[in-house]
């Protein structure tokens, strides 16, 4: 098995199949889990500052990847539930932010696209 998209898919959906567990991974449970992980990524940088959230310590940043990878398999296993290609739909989201937020508008600005 290699390690591209379809192979993760197709790894998570055995993991979940495995262990009987298709029965809970339902698009809503799966957006909350989905949510759970992410904020366990948030925690990590709870309280930091700008700079310490761009220098963390080696336990801190494998803490933070292990996170990352959770949102990850979430992300794709939400998509298989739902018959969603999550890259096809990163880059058709790409491409409509690149219409809200052209480059002569939102350069340098933070502002939302409704305020641009
Ligand atoms: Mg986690």
Do not use: C
């Amino acid at each position: 098995m290699g390690n591209n998209l379809k192979d993760l898919k197709v790894k998570l959906r055995k993991f979940a199949r495995n262990r009987d567990w298709d029965k809970f991974h339902s698009p809503k449970n799966l957006s909350m889990a989905l949510n759970v992980e992410a904020s366990e990524l948030l925690e990590i940088f709870q309280w930091l500052t700008e700079d310490q959230s761009l220098n963390l310590p080696k336990d801190k940043l494998n803490d933070a990847r292990e996170e990352i990878g959770d949102i990850f398999n979430y992300t794709v296993r939400i998509a298989d539930r739902l018959g969603i290609d999550p890259l096809e739909a990163a880059f058709d989201k790409i491409k409509k932010n690149h219409k809200k937020y052209p480059v002569r508008k939102s350069r340098g600005s933070s502002r939302k696209y409704t305020e641009l």
